[in-house]
């Protein structure tokens, strides 16, 4: 049976690949390039410790996980705009649906932050990093 911390995360694996055009992947190293419409990696994080309550034994987590959001800058400047549609589409598709299916309590994001990537012989890549927190319930703390 898989987890909660599985399902929940899987729940917004499916949710960031929702956005047309957009790579999106799970737990990948660092690219050396960028598709043109932009790259989307989801880093499972950590969740943290638990809040607990008895009778039934339930546990109640505050999941940070992380999305990392990568353009490659065009040779004339700029993709600040290419940036910051492809972020405002990730708020947009996180917005539709809080509780993924039901299997979150809530989950909210972090302001992005921002930085350049020079990689040699490429293209710069700009790139962003959000911290998405993921309110949810388990049972059992191995099936979270």
């Known amino acids: 049976m898989t987890s909660k911390r599985e399902q929940v995360l899987s729940a917004l ?3 960031l690949r929702c956005i047309a055009g957009t790579a999106v992947k799970r737990n990948e190293v660092l690219p050396v390039s960028v598709p ?5 990696l989801l880093r499972d ?16 987590y505050s999941h ?10 065009p040779v004339d400047g700029g993709g600040e705009a290419v940036l910051d ?10 917005a539709a649906d809080r509780s993924l299916d039901g299997l979150a309590e809530n989950l909210f994001c972090s302001a992005p932050e921002t930085s ?3 990689i040699e012989g490429a293209a710069p890549i700009l790139a962003a990093r959000l911290t998405i927190t993921i309110e949810y319930l388990a049972g059992d703390p191995l099936a979270a």
Do not use: H, Y
Not at 45 to 60: M, Y
Not at 85 to 94: F, K, R
């Open 85 to 94: 549609a492809l972020l405002s589409q990730i708020g947009a598709a996180l």
């Open 13 to 15: 694996s499916d949710r």
């Open 36 to 40: 043109a419409g932009g790259l989307v």
């Open 116 to 118: 350049v990537l020079a």
């Open 45 to 60: 994080g950590d969740p943290g410790e638990p809040d607990v309550t008895l009778n039934p034994r339930t546990e109640f």
């Open 64 to 73: 940070r996980a992380e999305i990392e959001v990568f353009v490659t800058r």
